[in-house]
């Protein structure tokens, strides 16, 4: 409520400022002193101020509706200085030029005035620009600009430049300024200025600090300021050009609402002096709508068209002109006969600059509405991006083409249970553009892309895009999806397998072993009691338990590759050392092996037989001298490299031993890595601490 009054308090004291104006330019007449005609001027001035008044109101509005943002603030403060600029400068004008005797304060109501009219002017296209739209200066490079320029206005403003009316026929605005700013550029001048010095002056007296501030430092510091506000005025509008590319909406149409509306006006009302005038007061008048409707109700108008169609032919005017302008030079420099260059240029440019035009366009599209103008650049791109990332980064990477397609803030991917599998960015809201996730003929989730804006939502051409593309994530949803059954199924399948390998060592350990071993011990009594003499049955019986002690043997062995009983007794380190030194004797085997974290049985199982199989290949078929095993565990794996200095492994040997090595690692969710050369082979074997 207290920025509500506050506002329309300054609203009020604008008003107020008019009516003084109307009062200041036609003051009472005293007897004996003619009045002077302000002609046309007055009405200027009263325009200015109406002008004044209308800043006031815009900020008014946006002060009422976001009083935290400061835009709204500086809207009102610049209204309510221009309003009483001219009250207090048509106050020191008729105060001692017209009337006699002078009115008390004439010139420091001037001074005031003047200064009013500089600040006005001049934090308009620096400090207003910089904090557009939210009212922040995010950067520390648009900080310190303003900085710059706020100091800079200050210094100026303190030289005293004021309007004044100069007289006689044909009598023009002029600006009063002090001879330390006579270098002032004149682009900093209101339209219509021609001349820099006072067609009037005063004996009124002035104090003494006055005349040392006027005329010792600011004639010493003036000459740095003004450059240095140029310097700062172009640093926040090329941010803001920056900004503006860079953006995505909201921001983009808040910020291209300025850039079409105002930047155009500002640049030409410098550039053409002979329309200054009528531009620059369209452009004040422009300046807060603009501002007003950037903050508050961007949306309701379609800027991106406006700033589409204003660079394009912005571009192609400058050119033309350019092009035209070159050719024109090159030619009549060379030809005496002056129509032919003038037709000549124009042949050229007409026919260079059809295929500039629709690249330009091409380019201007892109920049204004991303990539929706050319939806199969935007899927096509998608599938450059998910085709360079891992299968994590997918979805993510689909979420990310997605979004910048179509500029939004954030999206993500849910399942047909609503569960969420990827997202990017700002989660969704209320007014997201949600598209169903459909393959062969089932619903498998929904593409949810979040809304430029808080309250906003996409556009017709921006749905469309999202739809399209929404086909090839489906088909990455789905792929997911059956990667995760097929893992899944992997898992079951290896823990029913292991649930069957301990029942089939349990029943060979427990139940056949010893079968077999009493049939042995029986059949040794029955040798043991049978008559030497009878040569036939000794024969018999010595084949029989020659046979059950093989079979014994086999139980054994089986037992062993079920789960291998040195992997029980001594672990997966020192077990591998003992198989090492069973082959140390025809090959030097080094086993090197770091500390070990708890590794679940199925994955030490395979990793042993990994080891061992690739030691056995060193020895039985790469002819090497030597072999080194290293055991290590990097980031929560298990890695096993095998290396020798063979002469490389064979493809019978590939065929069969590797084959069977990598099945081993992929069972338990590993991989295997094989580098064969004549120099050697080295086989790396990459699994999980824990079993799938």
Do not use: K
């Amino acid at each position: 409520m207290a920025a509500r009054a506050i506002s329309w308090l300054a609203v009020g004291s604008s008003a107020v400022a008019v009516a003084f104006t109307w009062w200041t330019w036609f003051p009472p007449e005293p007897a004996g002193t003619a009045h002077v005609s302000m002609g046309h001027h007055s009405a200027v001035a009263l325009g200015w101020g109406a002008l004044g008044t209308a800043w006031a109101v815009m900020g008014a509005m946006v002060v009422c509706r976001r009083p935290r943002n400061a835009l709204g603030w500086i809207l009102l403060g610049i209204g309510v200085s221009q309003a009483w600029h001219v009250g207090l400068v048509a106050y020191a004008i008729c105060g001692l030029t017209v009337v006699e005797p002078s009115w008390p304060g004439a010139i420091w109501a001037g001074y005031a005035g003047s200064a009013l009219f500089v600040v006005g002017v001049l934090v308009t296209p620096t400090v207003l620009l910089a904090l557009y739209p939210d009212g922040r200066l995010d950067a520390w490079w648009s900080r310190v600009a303003v900085l710059v320029a706020v100091v800079a206005v200050a210094h100026i403003a303190a030289g005293g430049l004021f309007l004044t009316i100069g007289g006689g026929d044909g009598a023009q605005v002029v600006v009063v300024v002090p001879d330390y700013l006579q270098g002032v550029p004149t682009q900093l001048l209101p339209p219509g200025s021609r001349s820099l010095q006072p067609v009037w002056t005063t004996d009124e007296p002035l104090p003494g600090w006055v005349d040392g501030f006027r005329d010792g430092y600011l004639p010493a510091t003036a000459p740095a300021w003004v450059p240095l506000f140029l310097l700062s005025m172009l640093v926040i509008w090329a941010g803001t050009v920056a900004r503006l590319v860079r953006a995505r909406s909201p921001r983009r149409q808040q910020l291209a609402l300025v850039v079409c509306v105002v930047m155009p006006f500002l640049i030409a009302s410098w550039l053409a002096p002979a329309w200054g005038r009528p531009l620059v007061l369209v452009t004040l008048l422009l300046i807060p709508v603009a501002v007003s409707v950037g903050v508050l109700r961007y949306r309701l108008l379609g800027i991106e068209t406006v700033l589409r169609r204003g660079l394009v032919y912005g571009v192609l005017t400058v050119a033309v002109a350019g092009l035209y302008l070159a050719v024109t030079t090159l030619a009549g420099t060379a030809l005496d006969r002056r129509p032919l260059p003038g037709i000549l240029a124009a042949m050229l440019v007409a026919v260079g600059l059809a295929p500039f035009r629709d690249r330009l366009q091409q380019a201007v599209d892109r920049l204004v509405y991303g990539e929706r103008r050319d939806p199969l650049r935007a899927i096509t791109r998608l599938g450059r991006q998910v085709a360079v990332v891992g299968e994590d980064d997918l979805l993510p990477a689909a979420l990310t083409s997605i979004s910048t397609a179509v500029r939004a803030p954030g999206a993500m991917v849910t399942d047909g249970a609503g569960e969420v599998l990827a997202a990017v960015g700002d989660e969704p809201g209320g007014h997201a553009t949600v598209v169903p996730l459909d393959v062969g003929g089932r619903r498998i989730g929904h593409l949810h892309v979040a809304p430029p804006g808080p309250g906003e939502r996409h556009a017709e051409p921006e749905r469309r895009l999202v739809t399209a593309m929404a086909a090839p994530v489906a088909v990455l949803v789905r792929a997911l999806e059956l990667t995760r059954e097929l893992e899944v199924e992997r898992d079951r399948v290896v823990v029913a397998t292991r649930a069957e390998r301990e029942r089939l060592r349990r029943d060979l350990h427990d139940g056949l072993g010893p079968s077999l071993s009493g049939v042995g011990l029986g059949l040794q009594a029955l040798i043991d009691r049978t008559d030497a003499a009878d040569t036939t049955a000794a024969v018999l019986l010595d084949r029989l338990q020659t046979e059950i002690t093989s079979s014994v043997a086999e139980v054994r062995r089986i037992i062993d590759n079920l789960r291998p009983v040195a992997l029980d007794a001594l672990g997966l380190a020192a077990a591998i050392r003992t198989h090492a030194a069973t082959v140390s004797a025809a090959l030097p085997v080094e086993v090197h092996a770091g500390p070990m974290p708890a590794v679940a049985p199925e994955v030490e199982t395979s990793a042993y037989r990994i080891t061992t199989e690739a030691v056995t290949n060193a020895a039985r078929h790469a002819a090497a001298t030597r072999v080194r095993v290293s055991l290590t565990a990097p980031n929560g794996s298990l890695r096993i490299t095998v290396a020798d200095d063979g002469v490389g492994v064979g493809d019978a040997v590939a065929g069969v031993g590797l084959t069977s090595m990598r099945r081993r690692a992929e069972t338990v969710g590993g991989r295997l890595d094989i580098a064969s050369s004549t120099a050697g082979t080295v086989v790396t074997a990459t699994l999980p601490l824990e079993s799938p």
